[in-house]
T-cell receptor
Framework: QKEVEQNSGPLSVPEGAIASLNCTYSDRGSQSFFWYRQYSGKSPELIMF????GDKEDGRFTAQLNKASQYVSLLIRDSQPSDSATYLC????????????FGSGTKLNVKP | DAEITQSPRHKITETGRQVTLACHQT?????MFWYRQDLGHGLRLIHY???????NKGEVSDGYSVSRSNTEDLPLTLESAASSQTSVYFCASSEPTGEAFFGQGTRLTVV
């Protein structure tokens, strides 16, 4: 069983729609959760982090965390073609608290 | 501004050769990581370090080694390059409670 699971996609949404990206993790002791965006040929860049249950909003992005269900999601409102990228979920903490565990990423295509 | 840099950005080497990829960070982070990224596999952890003289194996460490002689640098060495090690390599650093900052990546081709 992988530590962090993501649907590989591709997830296609029309411009202006809401894109919903999901991630589940296996270590119930995990404490920190991150969403990275990676454009083709580039390195991952941090979009958001969340530590507590609930929602965290930053501009068009909302991260949602449900520790009981071991589930974290990223919502992108008013999706733009420039949002087309691969989104990586990362989890940190638990039994090896300094290590990051990455999902394999979800490829998002936003169609004009 | 603090940063993390990798060199070289691109490298072509022959099977059996020893190769070293450099990673240098000016964040003063104790934690440093090496990942490889291949299609369909996401980021896989090769080695990591939590401080000077500390190194640990990740999930895909066979054929790789690292050393940490100072806070800023964590070079990754491929002892005897194999075609299966053709990949994109990313170095990252972090504080214990914070996010990972990534270098620009090194594209390595083993022929």
């Amino acid at each position: 069983q992988k530590e962090v699971e993501q649907n590989s996609g591709p997830l296609s949404v029309p411009e202006g729609a809401i894109a919903s990206l999901n991630c589940t993790y296996s270590d119930r002791g995990s404490q920190s959760f991150f969403w990275y965006r990676q454009y083709s040929g580039k390195s991952p860049e941090l979009i958001m982090f969340i530590y507590s249950n609930g929602d965290k909003e930053d501009g068009r992005f909302t991260a949602q965390l449900n520790k009981a269900s071991q589930y974290v999601s990223l919502l992108i409102r008013d999706s733009q073609p420039s949002d087309s990228a691969t989104y990586l979920c990362a989890v940190k903490g638990g039994y090896n608290f300094n290590k990051f565990y990455f999902g394999s990423g979800t490829k998002l295509n936003v169609k004009p | 501004d603090a940063e993390i840099t990798q060199s070289p950005r691109h490298k072509i080497t022959e099977t059996g050769r020893q190769v070293t990829l450099a990673c240098h960070q000016t964040w003063n982070h104790n934690n440093m990581f090496w990942y490889r990224q291949d299609l369909g596999h996401g980021l896989r952890l090769i080695h990591y370090s939590y401080g000077v003289q500390d190194t640990n194996k990740g999930e895909v460490s066979d054929g790789y080694s690292v050393s940490r002689s100072n806070t800023e640098d964590l070079p990754l060495t491929l002892e005897s390059a194999a075609s299966s090690q053709t990949s994109v390599y990313f170095c990252a650093s972090s504080e214990p409670t914070g996010e990972a900052f990534f270098g620009q990546g090194t594209r390595l081709t083993v022929v």
